[in-house]
């Protein structure tokens, strides 16, 4: 698509969907791929009252809750497969293969078709803004709790455009918060945005004041998070039609946090994202979308083909928009080996002779593209990642930090001593502008979440303290919820042992003792692994320098002695 046609595309849709905030798409840069060509801090003192201790007290609840939902579908596969075997049915042999010889064959690569920008839009317009026409309000109906709601039913409950709606389990909201909400809600759909968005943050207060359910008393954690979350999605939409996506973000993070199963609130973070401009993370975000909606039980193929095709465009234009690298995905079947590794780097640099001053091959996980998976089909296709760097060090600096054992970050020569306010500036710029967006990118296309070195969770908070050290108080409360939210997360993503469940309780909790501004001796945990990893790295360079010393020591010893020999022989 030519400059021209771009520009025409953006007046186009400008006057289509005029609530919207649409940023220039670059369309000057794409993705390839090898094989077959694919198919096409401040935080609201409502928030603290309301959700602050109880969030922590769910979040071993929700871990359990995830383990269930994942087990759930694993045995859901397994009665398909069953099936499959006993009526005689096999895949199909030609994508078998496919995936087995795809290495093996000759390397191709295959440029990724481009999203038309109005593909983008109508996805949002579809089931971002889906619940402000036609849709009776959500609350109007109540029952008696039984105890029995639908695990991942969703917090924000509304009108799904392909299926007839069905309140039968929402519980008995209290009045006033209804009326409050109703009123909101009218503001909402006469586009009295700013209007709207001053009442429910109204509802939130009401809310944090005990007025979420008719029976507080009775009402489970998981209820009152879930009225929460409908309200901060509310808000965050109401902001995103205000063309405000940064006053948004937040509130997009914490109906994450609030309701991590529902695939809309992912779906609406990556909206908020993709306003500002943040694409891979907004890929990520959408990523989880389809995820979310697969776990849960959502069959329609036509939601889930929407949120590929968000998710798709959200990667290319992040390659599109990334100025120091360039990227190329293998697709493979078993463990790659070293001489297809080095035949991989071979066709990149052939395809990419731009950016091959530092080759790197992500190892370390997972990766997963839009045109090509299948969640029920377990593994999915994978992909082997291949990034080249027009600068050197760029690749280097992040070769290093995926190779060590624990998430760190800091370069100074006195790892213990205390960072003075130029050190952490600089440290800060690092991680800002060397680090995180390049771990966010890696992350956008892969499904599992961890806390290891690379996972971009422990980055992001370790980056916060450094805010914080800056006073930059509205920068560091965007990251540790977002952070949050992905803590939130990672539990459906994938299974996580008891001591790694303690550890997500214990960051949750300090995440959110810093946001409430709660000061006391106690070491966050982040930091804390910073300093571990500091240690750690101390005495791999102590060992180092000692092999190294060693080295030249017995090198010069050689020297002396050869030297010596020489000599008698001369005389």
Same mark, same amino acid.
């Not at 030519?2 to 220039?24: A, H, I, M, W």
């Not at 201790?53 to 995830?66: F, G, H, L, N, S």
């Not at 309701?259 to 943040?278: I, S």
């Given at each position: 698509?030519?400059?021209?046609?771009?520009? !025409?595309?953006?007046?186009?849709?400008? %006057?289509?969907?005029?609530?919207?905030?649409?940023?220039?798409?670059?369309?000057?840069?794409?993705?390839?791929?090898?094989?077959?060509?694919?198919?096409?801090?401040?935080?609201?003192?409502?928030?603290?009252?309301?959700?602050?201790?109880?969030?922590?007290?769910?979040?071993?609840?929700?871990?359990?809750?995830?383990?269930?939902?994942?087990?759930?579908?694993?045995?859901?596969? &397994? =009665?398909?497969?069953?099936?499959?075997?006993?009526?005689?049915?096999?895949?199909?042999?030609?994508?078998?293969?496919?995936?087995?010889?795809?290495? #093996?064959?000759?390397?191709?690569?295959?440029?990724?078709?481009?999203?038309?920008?109005?593909?983008?839009?109508?996805?949002?317009?579809? *089931?971002?803004?889906? #619940?402000?026409?036609?849709?009776?309000?959500?609350?109007?109906?109540?029952?008696?709790?039984?105890?029995?709601?639908?695990?991942?039913?969703?917090?924000?409950?509304?009108?799904?455009?392909?299926?007839?709606?069905?309140?039968?389990?929402?519980?008995?909201?209290? =009045?006033?918060?209804?009326?409050?909400?109703?009123?909101?809600?009218?503001?909402?759909?006469? =586009?009295?945005?700013?209007?709207?968005?001053?009442?429910?943050?109204?509802?939130?207060? *009401?809310?944090?004041?005990?007025?979420?359910?008719?029976?507080?008393?009775?009402?489970?954690?998981?209820?009152?998070?879930?009225?929460?979350?409908?309200?901060?999605?509310?808000?965050?939409?109401?902001?995103?039609?205000?063309?405000?996506?940064?006053?948004?973000? /937040?509130?997009?993070?914490?109906?994450?946090?609030?309701?991590?199963?529902?695939?809309?609130?992912?779906?609406?973070?990556?909206?908020?994202? %993709?306003?500002? &401009?943040?694409?891979?993370?907004?890929?990520?975000?959408?990523?989880?979308?389809?995820?979310?909606?697969?776990?849960?039980?959502?069959s329609e193929q036509s939601i889930s083909k929407l949120i590929k095709l968000y998710w798709q465009a959200m990667i290319e234009e992040a390659i599109t928009r990334a100025e120091s690298f360039s990227v190329m995905y293998t697709p493979?079947?078993?463990?790659?080996?070293?001489?297809?590794?080095?035949?991989?780097?071979?066709?990149?640099?052939?395809?990419?002779?731009?950016?091959?001053?530092?080759?790197?091959?992500?190892?370390?996980?997972?990766?997963?593209?839009?045109?090509?998976?299948?969640?029920?089909?377990?593994?999915?296709?994978?992909? *082997?990642?291949?990034?080249?760097? =027009?600068?050197?060090?760029?690749?280097?600096?992040?070769?290093?930090?995926?190779?060590?054992?624990?998430?760190?970050?800091?370069?100074?020569?006195?790892?213990?001593?205390?960072?003075?306010?130029?050190?952490?500036?600089?440290?800060?710029?690092?991680?800002?502008?060397?680090?995180?967006?390049?771990?966010?990118?890696?992350?956008?296309?892969?499904?599992?979440?961890?806390?290891?070195?690379? !996972?971009?969770?422990?980055?992001?908070?370790?980056?916060?303290?450094?805010?914080?050290?800056?006073?930059?108080?509205?920068?560091?409360?965007?990251?540790?919820?977002?952070?949050?939210?992905?803590?939130?997360?990672?539990?459906?993503?994938?299974?996580?042992? $008891?001591?790694?469940?303690?550890?997500?309780?214990?960051?949750?909790?300090?995440?959110? #003792?810093?946001?409430?501004?709660? %000061?006391?001796?106690?070491?966050?945990?982040? /930091?804390?692994?910073?300093?571990?990893?500091?240690?750690?790295?101390?005495?791999?360079?102590?060992?180092?320098?000692?092999?190294?010393?060693?080295? $030249?020591?017995?090198? %010069?010893?050689?020297?002396?002695?050869?030297?010596? *020999?020489?000599?008698?022989? $001369?005389?």
């Amino acid at each position: 698509m030519d400059s021209g046609s771009s520009r !025409s595309l953006e007046n186009t849709v400008d %006057r289509v969907y005029p609530d919207q905030l649409v940023p220039k798409i670059n369309t000057s840069k794409k993705m390839s791929t090898l094989a077959n060509p694919p198919s096409s801090l401040e935080m609201p003192q409502e928030i603290k009252k309301s959700c602050g201790d109880k969030q922590v007290e769910i979040t071993a609840e929700r871990i359990k809750m995830a383990k269930s939902i994942k087990e759930k579908q694993s045995n859901d596969l &397994e =009665k398909v497969a069953f099936k499959r075997k006993a009526e005689g049915e096999e895949k199909p042999a030609g994508k078998k293969q496919a995936k087995v010889i795809e290495l #093996d064959s000759p390397l191709i690569t295959m440029p990724l078709p481009q999203i038309p920008l109005k593909n983008i839009m109508d996805v949002e317009v579809k *089931l971002v803004y889906v #619940d402000e026409e036609d849709v009776s309000y959500e609350f109007v109906e109540s029952y008696m709790s039984t105890g029995n709601r639908p695990t991942c039913q969703a917090a924000e409950i509304v009108v799904d455009p392909f299926r007839v709606p069905n309140f039968s389990f929402l519980p008995q909201i209290d =009045k006033w918060l209804q009326v409050a909400l109703k009123d909101a809600s009218s503001c909402y759909r006469q =586009k009295k945005y700013a209007v709207a968005a001053g009442q429910f943050r109204t509802a939130l207060e *009401l809310c944090s004041k005990g007025a979420a359910l008719g029976k507080p008393f009775e009402a489970s954690a998981e209820d009152v998070a879930s009225v929460a979350s409908f309200i901060e999605t509310k808000l965050a939409t109401c902001y995103l039609r205000m063309r405000k996506p940064d006053l948004a973000l /937040n509130h997009a993070h914490r109906s994450i946090v609030l309701n991590p199963a529902y695939f809309r609130n992912h779906l609406r973070q990556a909206t908020v994202f %993709r306003c500002l &401009e943040r694409y891979s993370e907004a890929a990520r975000s959408a990523m989880i979308a389809d995820y979310m909606f697969w776990l849960c039980g959502g069959s329609e193929q036509s939601i889930s083909k929407l949120i590929k095709l968000y998710w798709q465009a959200m990667i290319e234009e992040a390659i599109t928009r990334a100025e120091s690298f360039s990227v190329m995905y293998t697709p493979f079947a078993t463990k790659i080996r070293a001489d297809k590794t080095e035949k991989v780097k071979e066709v990149f640099i052939k395809t990419h002779p731009a950016y091959v001053k530092y080759i790197y091959t992500d190892l370390q996980g997972l990766h997963v593209l839009p045109q090509t998976v299948d969640w029920s089909s377990f593994p999915p296709q994978q992909y *082997l990642l291949t990034l080249g760097f =027009k600068n050197k060090e760029d690749g280097k600096f992040l070769e290093k930090v995926s190779n060590r054992k624990l998430p760190t970050f800091t370069e100074h020569k006195t790892p213990f001593g205390l960072l003075t306010r130029e050190d952490t500036v600089r440290h800060m710029e690092t991680m800002g502008k060397r680090v995180l967006p390049i771990l966010d990118f890696i992350r956008s296309t892969q499904s599992n979440g961890s806390f290891r070195a690379c !996972s971009g969770v422990m980055e992001k908070l370790q980056y916060a303290s450094l805010l914080s050290q800056l006073q930059r108080v509205k920068e560091q409360s965007q990251v540790i919820n977002q952070a949050m939210a992905e803590l939130a997360t990672i539990p459906y993503l994938q299974d996580i042992s $008891q001591q790694e469940a303690e550890l997500l309780q214990s960051l949750m909790a300090d995440a959110m #003792d810093t946001l409430e501004g709660r %000061r006391n001796d106690k070491e966050r945990v982040w /930091n804390t692994i910073q300093k571990v990893g500091q240690i750690e790295d101390f005495l791999y360079q102590l060992e180092d320098s000692f092999l190294k010393t060693k080295k $030249q020591r017995a090198a %010069r010893r050689q020297k002396r002695k050869m030297k010596r *020999l020489q000599t008698v022989q $001369q005389s």
